[in-house]
């Protein structure tokens, strides 16, 4: 078994599972630089559990996190998240309680024969555009982030980056890009968004 160590976090792999890459490795990094001790965090399809388990490992957090993947969130559950194996929000309680919540979606637009089997299609399908997972994750968020809290959302140039703005903006968050990495065919991005007032 693969073991990944970053900034103090120990994650260990299993099959089947989205092996943390740039992506995973720059929301971690934006992430701990936004979150503070005390903070309330939610991470929506947490994979391995990496960016949840940085988190954990610099900040006095309390973190839960969910994922679609029965495989995915038994792998997180090894490496020591909290973790619900549920669709995106269902069966948390909508309390508006998160100061954070966190997102790497599939965000990578997918043809019918481009789909990879088993589980593991849910980290890399974004649907046609890159773009399935961004309106119903925005249409539920307002039910579980504090009215002062923000959404961190990591995507790719090739998701459409102005186009998830101006979903975002429909739900009336303000939202700007705060970090980016160049990598081989695309830029990835972390986008951050708190309600307009
Ligand atoms: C791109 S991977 C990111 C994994 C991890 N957060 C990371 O950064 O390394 C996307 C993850 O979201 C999960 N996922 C996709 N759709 C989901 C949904 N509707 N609800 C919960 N998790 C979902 C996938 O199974 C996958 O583990």
Not at 49 to 71: C, D, H, Q, W
Not at 162 to 169: R, T
Request: some cysteine; aromatic content about 10%; overall charge negative.
């Amino acid at each position: 078994m693969v073991t990944i160590e970053h900034r103090s976090a120990k994650v260990t792999l299993t099959d089947q599972v989205y092996e943390p890459a740039e992506d995973s490795y720059l929301l971690a990094d934006t992430a701990l630089d936004l979150t503070k001790d005390g903070m309330k965090v939610l991470e929506i399809g947490t994979g391995t559990g990496f960016v949840s388990a940085v988190l954990k490992a610099n900040r006095n957090i309390y973190l839960i996190a969910t994922e679609i993947s029965p495989i995915a969130a038994k792998c997180a559950k090894s490496n020591g998240i909290d973790v619900i194996r549920t669709d995106m929000f269902a069966g948390l309680k909508e309390e508006k309680q998160y100061d954070a919540i966190i997102f790497n979606p599939p965000y990578l637009p997918t043809a019918e024969d481009e789909k990879v089997p088993g589980w593991l299609n849910y980290a890399f399908d974004g649907g046609v555009d890159g773009r399935k997972d961004v309106e119903p994750f925005m249409q539920q968020v307002s039910n579980y982030l504090k009215p002062h809290g923000f959404i961190l959302m990591l995507i790719s140039s090739l998701t459409g980056i102005e186009k998830v703005i101006e979903e975002m903006s429909k739900y009336s968050f303000e939202a700007q890009v705060i970090a980016s990495e160049k990598c081989s065919f695309e830029k990835l991005v972390v986008i951050k968004a708190h309600y307009s007032y």
